[in-house]
């Protein structure tokens, strides 16, 4: 057995070769004649010249081995469903939804829009797009039309894929009426929207635009839809997410290098075999739905487990009955569930039989050690912390047990993931620090491996600007955030560097929230900031300045505005972004040439040192949030 050292000094030494193998562990209709062509830095392009499909990977080369097994478990505490579907269903599914977006005009290339709570028919639009070679743009079903019609102006999608209505804690929320608005507010015009009435809340039909997907389903039942081949370059999806300005960055993602990395993943960090489960708890609008619901596990050859639900409903044991019964031998969720299930009935982890499962991976968010400890404990398992980002698609640093079982720290995802020449730069600098201890902004050495953003969608600009810009003097990917780095290598994150905060383990720019609540009638300013919450990681906090200070003149006042411009969030944005207060101010701190000073006001509510303050236009501001948040 080779050491992780030697795996990952072969990954980026002998770069070709080691991806190379990885490569035969996906099928390829035409081989590639290139590994890696890094002739336009920062642009990577992967197994150039080679022909695959991910659905293929994904679904149709498992049906002839294991067409009867497992592959699509749908489990809903909400609605009380529990669907299972085999290789050779979700295949028969899959092309049946393929047929109906062909009728409905889609063409390789073409984008389609996914708007969907976790169902099952939402895998079945993400890989019946990837079949035909048109892009998916997943947009997560928490958002609200104003976050909806940006993502369409952007992706501009010929179809848009939608539901009636998702669900949570018991409670139905309707999708058609904040996309029907999202619409209207957008200026590109879909052609068509394909509806599934799952029947929890009726809805309006524009005729000639809208479609039900049940009759079309039932007319293209025999469906058979072959697999577009499409180059290794060929995009297979964008993905929104949200960066330093408001406006929401689309990730594109390649096929054939994406396909390989989440092979590879899925052997050396995830543990999975061909024929097991794999349960992510994830949701399919962020990024770890994309590569740990529905293409890592199905590629592996796993079963996946799509849960729509609650973790703590109908009790907090849900999730471990779901081990338990399916088998489950890898997991996948968030240090905030964790978190959520930490404050419930403890013997809720005793009720089940959790032994089939190698380990509980968790990421998105820091890791803290009171929280890791706990689960170690509880489940009496493995707990493997991974760091990545939206733009890779997968871990960046982590342990890969796969590999060589190396000890695991609290408070460190890990090392380096095999493919990744992660450095730590000096931000004003650019110099690298080698030292331990030393902190610096976590840096990825060109190329990015395989399965790694290509560029932002329809603006390679934006994608060198933004990430390959930011270090002076070097061109060099920045990840944003900051870290330190170990005696032993092991890397800790310390927190973004940028204006991106993290709510619950869900990635919100500031600027948007900030945009959203400045377009309240008597809001002339405010600045949105990330607070350290033991249960959530971070909360958004708002701080405004009113053009009419009367309308919160007394306690009363305050509260009902707040509540108003809560509200404006909730509609615009959706419930996931609302700042947990909007306090009111008279003046915001700044510096003399009026940039916000976000990272002082982040600091003073979360009882820190605000720093370096000499270049502050008006120390009283300071003040203002300092008694605000003292009163809390
Ligand atoms: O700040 C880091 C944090 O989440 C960001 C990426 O979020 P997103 O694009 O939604 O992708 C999540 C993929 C799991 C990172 O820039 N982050 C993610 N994982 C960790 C983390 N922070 C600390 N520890 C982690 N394990």
């Given at each position: 057995m080779t050491s992780y050292a030697e795996f990952h000094h072969r990954s980026l030494h002998d770069r070709d070769a080691f991806w190379a193998e990885q490569a035969r562990l996906v099928d390829w209709h035409k081989p590639f004649t290139?590994?890696?062509?890094?002739?336009?830095?920062p642009f990577a392009r992967w197994f150039v010249g080679g022909t695959t499909n991910l659905c293929h990977n994904a679904v149709d080369r498992h049906v002839p081995t294991r067409g009867g097994q497992n592959a699509l478990i749908f489990v809903s505490t909400e609605t009380d469903q529990e669907r299972v579907y085999s290789f050779a269903e979700l295949h028969a599914e899959v092309q049946r939804m393929a047929a109906i977006l062909r009728e409905l005009?889609?063409?390789?290339g073409d984008r389609v829009l996914v708007y969907m709570p976790m169902i099952p028919e939402a895998a079945f639009a993400m890989l019946a797009c990837v079949r035909i070679g048109a892009l998916h743009s997943v947009v997560f079903g928490g958002f609200a039309s104003v976050s909806l019609a940006s993502r369409i102006d952007d992706a501009e999608p010929l179809v848009v894929v939608s539901a009636d209505a998702g669900s949570r804690g018991g409670k139905v929320v309707p999708y058609k009426p904040l996309l029907d608005e999202a619409i209207q507010l957008s200026k590109h015009k879909p052609k068509k929207v394909l509806m599934v009435d799952r029947g929890l809340a009726p809805f309006a039909r524009t005729a000639g635009r809208d479609e039900d997907f049940a009759p079309l389903r039932e007319k293209h039942l025999a469906a058979q839809v072959p697999c577009e081949w499409v180059e290794a370059t060929h995009p297979s999806y964008t993905l929104y997410t949200s960066g330093t300005t408001g406006k929401p960055k689309g990730v594109q993602r390649d096929t054939g290098g994406y396909a390989v990395a989440l092979a590879a993943s899925m052997k050396h960090i995830f543990l999975g075999q061909p024929g097991e489960t794999y349960f992510s708890t994830s949701d399919i609008g962020w990024v770890v739905g994309h590569s740990y619901i529905v293409y890592g596990p199905l590629i592996a050859g796993m079963a996946t487990i799509m849960y729509e639900g609650l973790p703590i409903r109908p009790d907090a044991a849900i999730w471990w009955s779901l081990v338990e019964k399916y088998k489950v031998t890898s997991m996948f969720s968030a240090p905030t569930a964790v978190r959520v299930l930490k404050k419930q009935d403890p013997a809720a982890l005793k009720k089940h039989d959790v032994s089939s499962l190698r380990a509980l991976f968790l990421a998105g968010e820091p890791l803290d050690e009171p929280t890791a400890k706990w689960i170690a404990d509880a489940l009496g398992r493995p707990i493997i912390d991974n760091y990545w980002q939206t733009e890779t698609g997968w871990p960046i640093l982590t342990i890969c047990n796969g590999v060589e079982k190396l000890p695991s720290k609290f408070g460190s995802p890990g090392k380096p993931v095999y493919g990744y020449d992660v450095r730590l730069i000096d931000e004003n600098t650019g110099q690298e620090l080698t030292g331990a201890s030393q902190k610096g902004v976590v840096a990825i050495e060109g190329p990015l491996p395989p399965g790694c953003m290509q560029t932002v969608w329809r603006d390679d600009e934006r994608f060198v600007k933004t990430y390959w810009s930011s270090i002076p003097g070097r061109q060099i990917y920045s990840t944003f955030d900051w870290g330190i780095r170990d005696d032993d290598g092991y890397l800790f994150i310390l927190g973004r560097t940028d204006d991106v905060i993290n709510v619950a383990g869900h990635r919100l720019g500031t600027r948007e929230i900030e945009e959203s609540i400045s377009s309240h009638p008597n809001v002339a300013e405010v600045a949105v900031v990330g607070v350290a919450d033991p249960l959530k990681g971070q909360v958004a906090m708002a701080f405004a300045v009113l053009k009419d200070p009367g309308q919160a003149d007394t306690p009363e006042k305050a509260l009902k505005l707040e509540g108003a411009i809560m509200k404006v969030v909730d509609e615009q944005l959706g419930a996931v972004a609302r700042p947990s207060r909007v306090r009111f101010v008279t003046v915001l701190p700044k510096t003399r040439s009026g940039k916000l000073l976000r990272r002082a006001i982040q600091a003073v509510c979360e009882g820190r040192d605000p720093g370096d303050l000499t270049t502050i236009e008006d120390p009283g501001a300071l003040q203002q949030v300092k008694d605000l948040v003292g009163a809390r």
């Open positions: 290139q590994v890696c062509d890094h002739s336009r830095p005009g889609v063409k390789k």
